[in-house]
């Protein structure tokens, strides 16, 4: 893979003063990778712009106004970017590429109102008014991307100060945390194997684990039965967990309705509720 460009501050401004130049009607714009840290002072260069807009009439008005200003829809991307989830991506004859999300980033992180209150006013460039996302929600975006320079920019974010108590609860909030806390907790394991930073989100990795043993149930208890004692075995193979926590999260499957317990003798036995239906889902 050949090294891409990086573009300093005045081909970013340039670039969208130039598309604002352009809008009819006023548009709200929300950076949220190296374009944000670039124009945070946190780092001199990016390779692109990763733009997020609330919704599709925003896009549409973004996208006619940068063509307008002479960008261009981009080729099918390849490497790195093929799986960002983009809905559009543009580059410019300057040959800094845009990234246009439309409230939901890399099919995952959703930008809602508690993200967007985060988010700190740049500038206006007519009718385009420019935000910045948080340093806490750029941790989350850059968490969840497979691409090798956002891990560096992982390290500087968390340089210059994070509360992880913010970055846990709007990654515990979105719906869909299941499908990528794990991939945030993989992240943040590259980053203490290749800079020696050690950040442990505990409420993060807990529910990782409880999504895991919920599909290990899912996926290997089918119509059988197991005692505390075998789950218990497990858990701990697996995870450092206590058998409280075990015993807690059993309760919370039973409440979900996804698992069902009875006594045997001195026993407790726990089954799939419902194991044809539960085989038969995605």
């Known amino acids: 893979m050949s090294k891409r460009k990086t573009y300093g501050e005045p081909i970013l401004t340039g670039t969208l003063s130039t598309i604002a130049e352009h809008l009819e009607d006023e548009v709200d714009i929300y950076l949220i990778g190296g374009g944000a840290m670039m124009f945070y002072g946190m780092k001199p260069a990016t390779k692109d712009i990763d733009i997020v807009v609330l919704d599709s009439k ?71 008014h420019i935000y910045l996302m948080s340093p806490e929600d750029i941790v989350l975006f850059k968490g969840i991307t497979e691409r090798e320079a956002d891990l560096e920019d992982i390290r500087t974010l968390i340089e210059t100060g994070i509360n992880w108590e913010i970055v846990e609860v709007e990654c515990l909030s979105q719906e869909s945390s299941e499908r990528w806390t794990n991939f945030l907790l993989d992240k943040l394991s590259d980053l203490y194997v290749r800079y020696g930073i050690n950040i442990k989100l505990s409420k993060v990795k807990e529910h990782a684990d409880y999504h895991v043993l919920r599909k290990a149930f899912e996926a290997f208890m089918k119509d059988s039965e197991m005692r505390f004692t075998d789950l218990q075995r497990i858990v701990k193979e697996k995870t450092s967990y206590s058998e409280s926590w075990t015993r807690a999260k059993l309760k919370e499957l039973e409440k979900e309705g996804l698992i069902e317990s009875r006594k045997s003798g001195r026993h407790k036995l726990y089954r799939l509720k419902n194991p044809a239906k539960q085989e038969g889902q995605p």
């Open 58 to 128: 925003s896009l549409s008005k973004f996208i006619s106004a940068a063509k307008k200003a002479g960008i261009k829809l981009a080729e099918k991307p390849d490497g790195e970017y093929q799986n960002i989830g983009a809905s559009v991506i543009m580059v410019a004859d300057s040959g800094i590429q845009l990234d246009l999300f439309n409230k939901v980033v890399c099919n995952a992180l959703e930008v809602k109102e508690t993200v967007v209150a985060r988010a700190n006013h740049y500038r206006d460039f007519g009718k385009l």
